[in-house]
């Protein structure tokens, strides 16, 4: 007769620590085979903040040394080794220390985002165990991050030139209306390129986004430090002129624009000429809108189109053009 043994049968005579130690073992032996197939950088924490377990991504985040990636190494540890090397955000050691530490005792889940010195950037996790302690992951969101800026750029920049949007020209004209009259005024420009249509008939798009990018890039070496100009609709550009004390201050910055931007146009080997028509709108008042500064400006663009010789035109408030001689 063949006798089975049971389970019971093999923990007699043994300690409690003995008969449990299989079953720890099992268990390290899993966490372990779980935490090194994660994608992202793993560490758990008991109560007292000492390493229990962690995988070798969490190491390399941060390039710790073996001794800090064993059993039992404290957090603050790990923390002063990431001061000593400078691989923190910003400079205050303190208060980064300090910072993590109570994250990880805070018994609630947090989730900081980082950008350290070499670049990238971090999100790193602390997750409460309900037994004591925590989780901590590292993750490399860097990649992330800069599809993010790239949106938000391509949300605020014009592609072609790389010169903010008519968004950010508005934003940046009320936010000039806040400003104290008593210390500055501005002035709004629209420069339209009036024969641009018919030079696209014979231009392929490549040459015309060339063309409209080398106009931006004179738009841009033009004005002065602290003016923003602007990609708009089309052919046509924004510059919003700060600190205007006098109409001069305007003129001197419309003639040095159309002296620049009639000059030809190196495009695939061929000089291409340009027509351009400029319009100032002047504000004088805090209830006018952006808006309606923009359109008063491209309504005195629109009546320098109309003129023989002179090229720009000013538009008041009152929406009354007067021909600049």
Known sequence: MIYQRRKSDLNKGKSEAHREWPTIARQK?????????????IAVFDTDLRLIDCN???GDAHDLPPSLMREGAALLDVLNHMVETGDLPGNDADAYVTKHINLAKSNSIETVFETLPDGRVMSVGYIPVETGGCIITQDD??????VKEEI???GFYDRRTTLP????????IDEAYMQSWDESSFALFVVKATNFASLQERLEDTAGHLLIKQIGDRIRDCIRQGDLPAKLDGAEFGILQQAVSQLADSEALVKRLLDDLNQP???EGMP???EFSVGIAL?????????TLVQNARDAADTATQQVGCRYAFCNLKEELALSA
């Open 141 to 146: 969101v860097s990649n992330i991050f800069a």
């Open 152 to 154: 938000e750029h391509a």
């Open 272 to 274: 291409v000429l340009v």
């Open 165 to 172: 949007n008519k968004r950010v020209l508005l934003k940046c």
């Open 29 to 41: 032996e899993k966490r372990a085979v779980l935490l090194e197939k994660s994608r992202r950088g």
């Open 283 to 291: 504000p004088n008042t805090e209830d006018d809108r952006e808006e």
């Open 56 to 58: 070798s991504l969490y």
């Open 265 to 267: 146009y190196m495009i």
